[in-house]
């Protein structure tokens, strides 16, 4: 009896030690994020690179995301990166639907890059070019919107217009 009940603590006393790390890892991640974000905002990219960079490598979708936006966009001063960033995009996936089949998992946000360039958000200069660029990557990549959008663009009309929000 006196076995069974020590057994018993010892079990519980692991649940509970292996719940405290993993709440404890969320909220060494959430803090991370958050301190990723502030240097963004003060427009320090190094930073947020650093801070965004071990949550990457470790599966975080948001970090990976956020490194692809910076890449992509040369965001807080970090020199663009078209390879990293689509690196981080591929990483990350989808945050916001599934792929299509056939679909790059980067081609969803290729295209907000797209938007971005296009409509000077994001901390980027607008630049038709850059715009462009990015259309075709994402069209390429199997979305099919950037696909429809590019077909426009192809028939004539100027690719900020047709990305314009």
């Known amino acids: 009896m006196k076995r069974g009940l020590l057994i018993g603590f010892w079990i519980a006393l692991v649940l509970l030690s292996a719940g405290g790390l993993v709440l404890w890892r969320m909220v060494e991640t959430r803090r991370q994020l958050d301190e990723a974000i502030v240097a963004l905002k003060v427009d320090d990219g190094a930073l947020a ?28 001063g970090v020199e663009r990166n078209d390879e990293l960033a689509i690196r981080w995009f591929r990483a990350a996936g989808s945050l916001l639907r599934e792929p299509d089949k056939g679909e790059d998992f980067a081609a969803e946000d290729e295209l907000w890059v797209a938007y971005a360039y296009a409509n000077g958000e994001e901390g980027a200069v607008s630049s038709e070019a850059d715009s462009l660029k990015w259309l075709k990557r994402s069209a390429r990549g199997g979305n099919r919107h950037a696909a429809g959008l590019l077909r426009q663009v192809e028939n004539g009309h100027d690719a900020r217009e047709v990305l314009k929000r």
Do not use: C, H, M, T
């Open 49 to 76: 690179v650093r801070k965004f960079e071990p949550l990457a490598q470790s599966g975080d979708r948001l970090a990976q995301n956020s490194l692809g936006y910076i890449y992509a966009l040369g965001q807080g």
